[in-house]
């Protein structure tokens, strides 16, 4: 029997969570023809069993997305002596959009025409601002209380998700807009340069909306939920940089009777990609410290006068932020399978092929799953419908 939760999943409802606003990007691009007829027409499919069980769990992890209605906090504060510069509350695009921010907070910092400049934070965001300072020819400090992987950028998803939670549709302004398209096509450009290296921290994946439904791969969900919906900007403001999805239809591919649409995402190896921003940093001299701070006041111990405040979900408590709201995500991890390299969203559970382990994940009903939810102690519960869910996919239908 299906979870309740599972019952007539609408398209939006399924592809919620990470990597849903790329595939939904991806839909919206194809005309409007009969998904059955298109399908059975394409190319059989030969994609691996996954060796799928919750015995095969190695870990659930638990952490809250930093989620402001309106977007990313990214202007100038003078706190005293100290210049400071915003850059946290990236939502569920932390990852996707570190580059494009970190080099918008990096322009700012530098404009001050200090050359010594400190990070606070050493998650995706306060890495690539260390990283785009020591390239601007500052010198740069990161002070954090915890680095990877104690940090909690180690616990996303690692999918190319720019617009993920990452603001109100309503506080979309076109100016935000105008500087989220820029922030997201610097990104996506560096992560090219990051494809194809040792340890693989940056690769592309297949990864397969799964549907028992044909309806379903191109549906809408309704509109009688009237809460604020969460900004969808890819197709509008990059389309240019989303590949053409592909359908499949029963009997080309092992899932029996289900339809299938064929997406292809940029997935981030988060411990191999993490590890190799630190050890970058370090090489082109730059310095870590671990440091807590408990008020902005602290900052006057730093030598720094000008800082990029790269705290994360951490700025709630650091700056009484309350602008930040927690979002809820759990992963169940597990052994990984080299010869898997696909991935898989199936009734409102995603299935992604990390090498560094496997991320299944229960994504909910929409965008506003976990919503305000700071509670981080792992449901096992959850973890296993992930996994059974995407494990039933390769029994009879
Ligand atoms: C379940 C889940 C899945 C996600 N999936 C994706 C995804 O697929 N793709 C994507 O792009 N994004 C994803 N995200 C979002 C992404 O993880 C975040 O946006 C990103 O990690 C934020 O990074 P950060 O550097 O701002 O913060 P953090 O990683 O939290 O780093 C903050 C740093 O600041 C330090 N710090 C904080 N407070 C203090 C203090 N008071 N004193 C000293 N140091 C301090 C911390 O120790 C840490 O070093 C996901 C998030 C979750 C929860």
Same mark, same amino acid.
């Given at each position: ?18 990597? !849903?606003?790329?595939?939904?990007? =991806?839909?919206?691009?194809? +005309?409007? /023809?009969?998904?059955? #007829?298109?399908? @059975?027409? %394409? ?74 400049? !400190?990070?606070?934070?050493?998650? =995706?965001?306060?890495?690539? +601002?260390? /990283?785009?300072?020591? #390239?601007?020819? @500052?010198? %740069? ?257």
């Amino acid at each position: 029997m299906n979870h309740p939760q599972q019952e007539q999943i609408g398209r939006r409802r399924l592809l919620a969570g990470a990597g !849903a606003a790329l595939l939904v990007a =991806a839909v919206d691009g194809c +005309s409007v /023809l009969d998904a059955q #007829r298109r399908a @059975a027409s %394409a190319p059989a499919l030969n994609l691996t069993p996954l060796r799928a069980g919750t015995d095969r769990i190695t870990q659930v992890t638990v952490c809250t997305r930093p989620f402001r209605a309106q977007g990313p906090r990214l202007d100038v504060e003078q706190i005293g002596q100290k210049t400071v510069v915003h850059n946290y509350g990236h939502g569920g695009s932390g990852w996707s959009l570190s580059w494009g921010s970190s080099s918008f907070a990096v322009r700012q910092a530098m404009t001050t025409g200090e050359r010594e400049i !400190a990070v606070i934070g050493c998650g =995706a965001l306060g890495l690539t +601002s260390g /990283l785009l300072l020591l #390239r601007a020819g @500052a010198r %740069a400090t990161i002070y954090a209380k915890d680095l990877p992987p104690n940090v909690r950028s180690s616990l996303a998803t690692g999918l190319w998700t720019p617009d993920s939670r990452i603001c109100l549709e309503e506080q979309a302004t076109p100016a935000f807009k105008q500087m989220w398209a820029t922030m997201a096509r610097q990104s996506f450009q560096t992560y090219q340069s990051l494809l194809g290296l040792p340890g693989n921290p940056v690769e592309f994946i297949d990864s397969y909306f799964v549907s028992d439904d044909p309806s379903n791969l191109r549906r809408r969900n309704s509109s009688a939920d009237t809460r604020p919906k969460f900004a969808e900007l890819q197709r509008e403001l990059i389309g240019e940089l989303i590949p053409k999805s592909e359908e499949f239809g029963p009997g080309v591919h092992p899932f029996g009777k289900r339809y299938l649409r064929r997406n292809s995402l940029m997935m981030f190896n988060i411990s191999a990609y993490a590890r190799l921003l630190m050890q970058d940093f370090v090489a082109y001299g730059g310095k870590i410290e671990i440091a807590e701070f408990h008020t902005p006041a602290d900052f006057v111990k730093l030598r720094e006068k000008v800082l990029i405040n790269a705290t994360g979900y951490g700025a709630r408590a650091l700056f009484g932020d309350e602008s930040i709201v927690p979002v809820r995500g759990q992963l169940a991890r597990m052994i990984p399978q080299p010869d898997v390299n696909y991935g898989l969203f199936y009734k409102g559970v995603s299935f992604v092929p990390r090498r560094d382990g496997w991320v299944f994940q229960v994504i909910g009903d929409d965008d506003y799953y976990g919503y305000n939810d700071a509670a981080v102690v792992p449901d096992r519960a959850e973890a296993e419908l992930a996994v059974n869910t995407i494990a039933g996919l390769y029994r009879p239908a």
